[in-house]
C-alpha cells in the first residue's frame, strides 16, 4: 500500500521503525520510504522553488532519532548548520514534533560543544523574543532523548508543537500546521535581518569575541533597489521632501543635510510572496521612517499601512 498523506507516514515509522533497527539498514524499505515518501508528500501541500525537503533514517546505520527535514535554501543546505523546519521523533517513537529548529554538526565543528550551544541557545532567545507563532511552545521543554542527537536537537530547537502518536490529529490539521511553519519559516528569513540587529547576544552568551573576520555564506531574496530610488524620486519631485507615509516623520528636520536623501523603501507586498518574474512598480513601495517600517515587520502576520495608521493615530 502506498503512502499519501502526513499521518500514514508518521503511522507507518511509528509502528516499524524500532523492530526496523534490529534489522540490516543497508536497502531497507523503511530507510527508503523515509527518504522518499517525505518529498512526494510534503511537496502536494506546500510549494517553493526555495524549498527542499528530505527525510532520514540515518547514515549508514540506523539512527535514533528519525526526521524529516524543509529546508530553504537560501539559508542552508542541509541539516547540518542553519535554521529549518524538521519534524522529529522521539527515540521511544511516542512522539513526533513538528520544530523550527537549527543544524548543530557544523556549529559544533567550528566551535566546540559549550560554545556552540551557547550561540544555538542565544539565536532561539532571540527569534522568540522578535517573533510570535502562534499555536507552537517557545521553551525548552521538548523531550527527544536522553543523549545523543535527539539531546542536541533539543537544545537547538527554537519553536514546536508536539503530537502523540498514538492519537495524531486528523490529516487536516497536521497539514495546515505545516504550512503555517513554513509560512513563518520563510518570511522569518526574509525579515530576520532587520528585525535581530540590536539584540543584545551577550546577555544570553556572555562575553563573546568580535571583529574577527569570517567568511560566511548568506543567501536573501534579490531585490531591485532601483524601484525604491524612483519612488524617492517622485515623492521629491511632488512634494520636494520625503516624509514617513504614517507618522510624517523627516528625517532631513532632525539630522540635517546628513540625512536630507535618506527614508526607507517598504513593499506594499511583501517580497516573501513574491516569484521570479513579478515586476514591482514605485506606486508598490510606501516610505516610511525607520521605527514605522520595524513595526510593520515586528511580528507576523505583519501590518498593511492601513492598519499600522490606525494603531498611530
Given at each position: 500500500m502506498s503512502i499519501t498523506t502526513l499521518k500514514e507516514l508518521f503511522l507507518k515509522i511509528k509502528n516499524e521503525y524500532l523492530p526496523a533497527k534490529q534489522q540490516p539498514f543497508t536497502n531497507h524499505p523503511l530507510a527508503?520510504?523515509?527518504?522518499?515518501?517525505?518529498?512526494?508528500?510534503?511537496?502536494?501541500?506546500?510549494?517553493?522553488?526555495?524549498?527542499?525537503?528530505?527525510?532520514?533514517?540515518?547514515?549508514?546505520?540506523?539512527?535514533?532519532?528519525?526526521?524529516?527535514?524543509?529546508?530553504?535554501?537560501?539559508?542552508?543546505?542541509?541539516?547540518?548548520?542553519?535554521?529549518?523546519?524538521?519534524?522529529?521523533?522521539?527515540?521511544?517513537?511516542?512522539?513526533?514534533?513538528?520544530?523550527?529548529?537549527?543544524?548543530?554538526?557544523?556549529?559544533?565543528?567550528?566551535?566546540?560543544?559549550?560554545?556552540?550551544?551557547q550561540k544555538l541557545k542565544a539565536k532561539a532567545i532571540d527569534v522568540r523574543t522578535n517573533y510570535s507563532l502562534q499555536g507552537f511552545s517557545a521553551d525548552d521543554n521538548i523531550q527527544l532523548a536522553s543523549s545523543g542527537m535527539g539531546s542536541n536537537y533539543e537544545k537547538a530547537t527554537i519553536f514546536y508543537k508536539e503530537y502523540n502518536l498514538s492519537s495524531l490529529p486528523d490529516e487536516v490539521e497536521l497539514v495546515n500546521d505545516l504550512k503555517k511553519i513554513v509560512f513563518f519559516y520563510n518570511n522569518y528569513l526574509l525579515d530576520s535581518n532587520v528585525l535581530t540587529a540590536g539584540?543584545?547576544?551577550?546577555?544570553?552568551?556572555?562575553?563573546?569575541?568580535?571583529?574577527?573576520?569570517?567568511?560566511?555564506?548568506?543567501?536573501?531574496?534579490?531585490?531591485?533597489?532601483?524601484?525604491?530610488?524612483?519612488?524617492?524620486?517622485?515623492?521629491?519631485?511632488?512634494?520636494?521632501?520625503?516624509?514617513?507615509?504614517?507618522?510624517?516623520?523627516?528625517?532631513?528636520?532632525?539630522?540635517?543635510?546628513?540625512?536630507?536623501?535618506?527614508?526607507?523603501?517598504?513593499?506594499?507586498k511583501a517580497v516573501s510572496e513574491m516569484v521570479e518574474g513579478n515586476t514591482t512598480s514605485p506606486e508598490d513601495?510606501?516610505?516610511?521612517?525607520?521605527?514605522?517600517?520595524?513595526?510593520?515587520?515586528?511580528?507576523?502576520?505583519?501590518?498593511?499601512?492601513?492598519?499600522?495608521?490606525?494603531?498611530?493615530?
Open positions: 527508503q520510504l523515509i527518504r522518499d515518501s517525505p518529498g512526494q508528500i510534503i511537496s502536494q501541500i506546500i510549494s517553493g522553488e526555495d524549498l527542499t525537503i528530505k527525510g532520514s533514517a540515518g547514515m549508514g546505520n540506523w539512527s535514533s532519532i528519525p526526521w524529516i527535514a524543509i529546508f530553504n535554501k537560501n539559508e542552508t543546505d542541509g541539516a547540518q548548520e542553519g535554521v529549518y523546519v524538521c519534524y522529529l521523533f522521539s527515540e521511544n517513537l511516542n512522539k513526533v514534533y513538528l520544530t523550527l529548529n537549527q543544524g548543530v554538526t557544523k556549529p559544533i565543528e567550528a566551535d566546540g560543544r559549550r560554545l556552540a550551544f539584540t543584545d547576544f551577550q546577555s544570553y552568551v556572555g562575553e563573546v569575541e568580535e571583529g574577527k573576520r569570517i567568511r560566511k555564506k548568506h543567501y536573501v531574496r534579490e531585490r531591485n533597489p532601483k524601484v525604491i530610488k524612483e519612488a524617492k524620486r517622485i515623492a521629491l519631485e511632488r512634494t520636494g521632501i520625503l516624509k514617513c507615509e504614517v507618522c510624517e516623520f523627516i528625517f532631513k528636520n532632525h539630522y540635517g543635510e546628513r540625512a536630507i536623501d535618506f527614508i526607507e523603501g517598504h513593499h506594499k513601495i510606501a516610505l516610511l521612517c525607520s521605527n514605522c517600517h520595524r513595526v510593520i515587520h515586528l511580528k507576523m502576520p505583519w501590518l498593511s499601512l492601513e492598519e499600522l495608521r490606525t494603531i498611530y493615530h
